[in-house]
């Protein structure tokens, strides 16, 4: 269903030339108005990708990010001798999507992992520890 800038129903009687001369209106007309449309559109995307995520907290990815908030509320990170740093769980998923926008070298890297899973609203769900003491 197609509507006009109101919200009505564009009838079916329009031809696929009436409905491009409409789309051709409301095109941007500048560089400006195709900067905000672009971020509009960027924010969206992005809105619609984390809402997505907040969603499956406590089923996504088989309960990983629901046990790794548990380990992060019940320790600081480490074993109770203090030898090791318990490390997060990583959903396949989220690594392999991580690597695509990151390189390879995104779990081992610190700086990219910084930037994909400590800066990202959604990669610090993977963090069983505050964020803050990486």
């Known amino acids: 269903m197609l509507l006009d800038d109101k919200g009505n129903t564009i009838t079916p009687d329009l031809t696929k030339v009436d409905v491009l001369k409409r789309l051709q209106e409301f095109a941007p007309q500048n560089k400006e108005q195709e ?9 969206s995307v992005e809105y619609q990708r984390k809402n997505r995520m907040n969603k499956g907290i406590d089923t996504g990815f088989d309960g990983t990010f629901k046990e790794n908030a548990e ?5 600081d990170g480490y074993t109770d001798d203090r030898g090791y740093r318990m490390i997060a769980q990583i959903p ?4 392999v999507v991580a690597q ?3 390189g390879d070298d995104v779990l ?3 700086d990219k992992f910084r930037e ?10 993977c963090l069983t520890v505050d964020p803050k003491t990486i």
């Not at 380990?71 to 320790?75: A, E, M, Y």
């Open 35 to 43: 900067r905000v449309l672009a971020t509009k559109i960027a924010q």
């Open 71 to 75: 380990r992060r509320v019940k320790s």
């Open 92 to 95: 396949r998923d989220m690594a």
């Open 100 to 102: 695509e926008m990151f």
């Open 108 to 110: 081992t890297d610190p």
């Open 116 to 125: 994909a899973f400590i800066k990202d609203e959604t990669g610090r769900y």
